[in-house]
């Protein structure tokens, strides 16, 4: 199997250099551009495994290019970002990112991220013996991860997806927050409530028919989240 390829895109190159060397080290291939305009031509082209990027870029920011890539790549995107602001964390995730890392980083902080990022993207959920699941409006096709939404395909990332086929899996079931972060993410995102709750929002716009009213995914306030049993 070839090495994971990781576009890095950022206009700083000690940063580039930095994260060139830690994912080198780390039997990574990487890419690397210095501006948005760069980094959309590089995805279309070179179809890389995961993109690192700065939201702080020349011209078109970080929150720009994340936007347009989703236009036509469901490639996990990481933001890297100097604010620790909760509104540019959520900004970032609204706009399609995966997951994001705040500067300054350590090599493993970052190198564990990108290993959970990559896993979620490329392992696939134990899919259930029930090959189609239809209810109300939304159809899953586990066996083709293919989603509708009365009758029209919906694009999930994968990590949208796994979300969905943990709810979807459990109908009528309370899932907690922990426990749902654990099962989609990994055991060191459990306590990343703010991550989960940006995700379900996005799945709510793309599978609810009013998202401001959900029929189902259901939030249980201080406990979690429920697909109801009945749309």
């Excluded at 576009?7 to 250099?17: A, N, S």
């Excluded at 970080?62 to 604010?83: D, H, N, Q, W, Y």
């Excluded at 609204?94 to 564990?112: H, N, V």
């Excluded at 899996?169 to 409530?193: A, F, I, N, P």
Aim: neutral net charge; glycine residues 6%; proline residues 6%.
């Amino acid at each position: 199997m070839r090495e994971p390829r990781v576009l890095v895109v950022d206009d700083e190159p000690r940063y580039v250099r930095l994260l060139r060397a830690n994912l080198e080290s780390s039997g990574y291939q990487v890419l690397a551009a210095v501006d948005g305009p760069s980094a959309i031509k590089i995805v279309e082209a070179e179809e890389p495994d995961l993109v690192l990027l700065d939201i702080m870029l020349p011209g078109i920011d970080g929150f720009e290019v994340c936007r347009r890539i989703r236009e036509f790549s469901l490639v996990p995107i990481i933001m890297l970002t100097a604010k620790g602001e909760e509104a540019d964390r959520v900004r970032g995730l609204d706009q399609g990112a995966d997951d994001y890392l705040t500067k300054p980083f350590s090599a493993g902080e970052l190198l564990a991220r990108v290993r959970a990022v990559l896993r979620r993207s490329s392992v696939r959920p134990k899919e259930q013996a029930q090959p189609v699941f239809g209810h109300g409006p939304l159809k899953v096709d586990f066996a083709q991860r293919r989603v509708e939404v009365n009758g029209r395909e919906v694009r999930l990332t994968p990590t949208e997806y796994r979300l969905l086929y943990e709810l979807a899996t459990h109908v009528g079931r309370v899932m907690v927050q922990e426990d749902l972060l654990r099962r989609v993410w990994g055991k060191e995102y459990q306590d990343e409530g703010e991550l989960l709750r940006v995700y379900i929002r996005r799945l709510r716009q793309k599978i609810e028919e009013d998202p401001a009213n959900p029929s189902l995914v259901m939030t249980k306030p201080g406990i979690g989240y429920l697909f109801a049993a009945t749309p």
